[in-house]
């Protein structure tokens, strides 16, 4: 499930030279058309990681996930069950640079960028991860049912920096959300929302052990 053993070649980095890697990274094509890298942002350690896709934009141009439109929404709905975004959570995605056009990532993208992700979460020790839409789960989970039958569902995975497991939810990705008007009781929007809920009893619930 997580392989652990792609970041052997990064074991000795820290964040600040994980970051400096990746800003220098040539290892696929993506390297020719971003504009910046973009690592990732956040406290670290932190019990509370997310993954989302890519760089969009407004990514590529300020080199900060998730800064767009989407960006924003997914600020609102983690402020929405009180989950701090500058403070509590720590922001990656499973490419670092902009897919052109904001196309899905390809996966020898994914492949070549995996190593750092992996180094990455590392270095966070978060205790729940979240993946934000079908490009991260399937990357974590190739042989998953699709999102909207997974989303909501904790997972589990052994972690080399803790004796306790990491849990891991899929849930909605901010830009399917923005093309969705409903907020009705069972709407994508509506299980997102009850999917934070949950998140941040967890979350709460690994805090009084730390
Ligand atoms: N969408 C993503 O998946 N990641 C970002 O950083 C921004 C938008
Ligand atoms: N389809 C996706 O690709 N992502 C979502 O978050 C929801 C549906």
Redesign the pocket.
């Known amino acids: 499930m997580i392989d652990w053993s792609l970041a052997d070649a990064y074991q000795n980095l820290d964040m600040p030279q994980l970051v400096d890697t990746c800003n220098g990274c040539q290892a696929c094509g993506l390297a020719e058309t971003r504009t910046k890298v973009?690592v990732g942002s956040g406290p670290s350690p932190c019990p509370l990681m997310i993954v989302?896709?890519?760089?969009?934009e407004q990514?590529d141009l300020s080199g900060l996930?998730?800064v767009?439109r989407?960006?924003q929404l997914l600020t609102k709905i983690l402020g929405s069950v009180g989950i701090d975004r500058e403070k509590d959570v720590y922001i990656a995605?499973i490419v670092k640079c902009r897919p052109p056009g904001n196309r899905n990532p390809e996966a020898k993208e994914v492949n070549a960028c995996r190593g750092y992700l992996i180094r990455q979460i590392q270095l966070v020790q978060p205790k729940i991860l979240l993946l934000?839409g079908a490009p991260s789960l399937k990357s974590f989970f190739p042989d998953s049912p699709s999102i909207s039958k997974v989303r909501g569902q904790w997972m589990y995975a052994d972690v080399p920096y803790s004796d306790t497991q990491l849990y891991i939810m899929p849930i909605f990705?901010p830009?399917y959300l923005l093309r969705q008007a409903s907020k009705e009781p069972g709407s994508p929007k509506w299980l997102t929302w009850s999917d934070m809920k949950e998140v941040k009893s967890a979350l709460d619930f690994v805090r009084d052990f730390e």
């Not at 989302?52 to 969009?56: A, D, L, Q, R, S």
């Open positions: 973009v989302g896709e890519g760089p969009g990514e996930p998730f767009g989407a960006g995605n934000l990705h830009s």
